[in-house]
């Protein structure tokens, strides 16, 4: 196992951090580079050893981060849908969810069950870890706490995709340490990404290696952040042959469409190269552009791949009769 030798704090601390759809976004996109950088050099080995265990077929699934859009009531959701439904037809429109919900609660086991329940079985939700967990404490002291929401997100039994880490832009390299205790003893019975945003995990190469290292003997996936002022976070290092990529759109200007379609191109060599499972997750201020954005990626990756993942479509809604 590799390791950087860095110190460490005991204390629990409590963090102020910007909100999720603020991390990395610009108002003036002039002079942003959109196109995706090279493979990390390391990433096509990952995938070449992972070839022959990819499964027939490989899974891609697409979301957003809520699924409560009473906008899209009268054109993605039924007319006159109750909200204790939202789940259901949201689950007929995307196959998978970045669940947000856990980030601020840990759910009990009704309301786990009727999630289940809720959706097909072919669904994936993507729960987030507590902030209490990630945020407050910072991985310190967290056990009790990791071990019931694991024992909770358990409950969705075949429905459980990948869980993350969101770790904040204030736990930087010097926690490494207490990062790589808290992953090791990660109940391994749920699957687990980690997001980093710390810059300083970027700026360095060797330290980026160690720690891409450390998550790929782990078998961790270190999730991939596609916003327009951090670039540094789009690393292109699969450590897993399961990619969980973020995506801030920036309300479908000719850039998010382009890179749409980068991904689409991306995801399709790495599916080829020997990826067993591609998580793309969509955030948009107005959340009526995030159905029209993952139809286009999703058609886009069916031209290039021949993978048939529904799109989400307009619902035909009843009409009432007219007199004349």
């Not at 996109?29 to 990433?43: G, M, S």
């Amino acid at each position: 196992m590799l390791r950087l030798q860095l110190p460490a704090t005991n204390a629990a601390l409590a963090f102020a951090v910007p909100s999720d759809m603020d991390f990395g976004r610009l108002s003036d996109l002039r002079y942003v580079n959109f196109r995706l950088p090279a493979d990390h050099p390391e990433t096509a080995a990952v995938l070449a050893r992972a070839l022959p265990t990819q499964p027939a077929p490989p899974a891609v699934y697409v979301g957003c981060p809520i699924w409560t859009n009473k906008a899209w009531v009268g054109s993605y959701f039924p007319l006159g849908v109750r909200e204790t439904e939202y789940l259901h037809h949201y689950g007929r429109q995307f196959n998978s969810i970045e669940l947000n919900t856990t980030h601020y609660r840990i759910p009990d086991a009704p309301t786990v069950r009727k999630w289940r329940e809720a959706v097909p079985v072919t669904f994936r939700f993507c729960p987030k870890i507590p902030q209490v967990i990630s945020h407050d404490r910072a991985l310190y002291n967290a056990d009790d706490l990791t071990t019931s929401f694991c024992r909770a997100i358990e409950g969705l039994g075949p429905t459980l995709g990948h869980a993350f880490l969101q770790l904040p832009p204030t736990f930087g390299p010097e926690h490494l340490p207490r990062l790589e205790r808290y992953l090791l003893d990660f109940p391994a019975y749920v699957p687990l990404a980690v997001e980093l945003r710390h810059p300083a995990w970027f700026s360095d190469a060797g330290l980026l290696s160690s720690v891409t290292a450390m998550l790929e003997a782990l078998n961790k996936p270190l999730v991939l952040s596609d916003v327009a002022g951090r670039r540094d976070v789009l690393h292109m290092r699969l450590t897993t042959p399961v990619t969980f990529i973020r995506i801030n759109g920036h309300g479908l200007v000719d850039s998010d469409f382009r890179r749409a379609d980068d991904w689409a191109a991306c995801i399709a060599g790495w599916l080829e190269a020997g990826l067993h499972t591609a998580y793309v997750f969509i955030h948009q201020k107005d959340i009526m552009h995030s159905p029209i954005w993952a139809e286009h990626f999703l058609r886009r990756l069916h031209e290039l791949t021949g993978m048939a993942v529904v799109p989400p479509r307009v619902i035909p809604q009843p009409v009432q009769g007219r007199l004349f």
